[in-house]
């Protein structure tokens, strides 16, 4: 019984903890969002091209790319469509993968952890 109590209490805590950290971590980056961009050449150099969420177009030179686990890579041929993410307060910062995606599975354990340790106080004694 007192046992748990005490799985109960920790579970809740772990779970509202991971929470909390996952948003933390949200506010602090700010969002991403996904959109498509096309690659064109200026004056010898690969730039890419989108729409912002406010409809303004933003360019943004290749190699500008933020780097994460891995490379941008080689630029792509002028003309191709490319699926980027762009932070929203400042659209030209970009990445060919989506940013901070570990927040959801944070988030998601959290979750979990915070209703399981709920569900379990509701046990029988």
């Excluded at 200026?42 to 969420?53: F, V």
């Excluded at 762009?86 to 940013?99: M, V």
Aim: proline content about 6%; aromatic content about 10%; overall charge positive.
């Amino acid at each position: 019984m007192v046992v748990i109590e005490f799985v109960t209490a920790a579970l809740t805590a772990l779970g509202l903890g991971l929470l909390l950290a996952a948003l933390v971590i949200r506010l602090v980056y700010g969002s991403w969002i996904r959109t498509q961009a096309i690659t064109y050449d200026h004056e010898g150099h690969p730039y890419l091209r989108w729409h912002d969420h406010r409809y303004r177009i933003v360019e943004a030179l290749w190699s500008s790319g933020v780097r994460r686990r891995r490379d941008v890579g080689p630029p792509r041929p002028p003309g191709v469509d490319v699926i980027i993410f762009y932070q929203a307060r400042h659209p030209t910062q970009w990445s060919l993968e989506e940013p901070y995606r570990g927040t959801r599975v944070v988030a998601v354990v959290g979750l979990a952890c915070a209703v399981l340790g709920a569900l379990l106080g509701f046990l029988p004694g």
